[in-house]
């Protein structure tokens, strides 16, 4: 897994791409990220199921970004550098904040959770 880390992360990094070679580089960063996963799964992914110590982060490094570079590369000619997980922290801010503060955390929390971070999200109101 560490032996392929290397050319993963320096692709997470890039912003600008040579478009007559972004293609092979693309696929040597799909086969690399699967690589990584079924590497990981058999070592530090696993405590004692299968996969029971995967994070969101390897999950969208192995699911998600192979085909969010694929898109951007094809919409923006350029590499997956331009994103940040920036926005999925303040959203995982706001539902931990929510989740805390306004319920009592009995019964079907869900419904009212969702409510709230409906109005949050979509209306773009305080979360307080």
């Known amino acids: 897994a560490m032996t392929v880390w290397k050319n993963?992360?320096?692709?997470?990094?890039?912003?600008?791409?040579?478009?007559?070679?972004?293609?092979?580089?693309?696929?040597?960063?799909?086969?690399d990220t699967k690589s990584f996963y079924k590497h990981g799964v058999e070592t530090f992914?696993?405590?004692?199921?299968?996969g029971d110590?995967?994070?969101?982060?390897?999950?969208t490094l192995r699911y998600y970004l192979p085909?969010?570079?694929?898109?951007?590369?094809?919409r923006?000619?350029?590499g997956l550098g331009i994103w940040t997980m920036q926005g999925f922290e303040r959203r995982n801010k706001e539902s931990k904040n929510v989740?805390?503060?306004?319920?009592?955390?009995?019964?079907?929390?869900?419904?009212?959770?969702?409510?709230?971070?409906?109005?949050?999200?979509?209306?773009?109101k305080c979360s307080v």
Request: hydrophobic share 30%; glycine share 2%; charged share 30%.
């Open 8 to 31: 993963i992360q320096e692709s997470l990094h890039k912003v600008t791409v040579n478009e007559d070679t972004y293609m092979d580089e693309l696929s040597k960063f799909q086969s």
């Open 45 to 50: 992914l696993t405590k004692t199921v299968k």
């Open 53 to 59: 110590q995967e994070t969101f982060y390897t999950h």
């Open 67 to 74: 085909h969010i570079a694929e898109r951007t590369f094809d």
């Open 76 to 78: 923006h000619k350029l």
């Open 99 to 124: 989740y805390n503060r306004f319920t009592n955390k009995k019964g079907n929390v869900l419904i009212s959770n969702i409510k709230r971070l409906s109005d949050i999200f979509i209306h773009e």
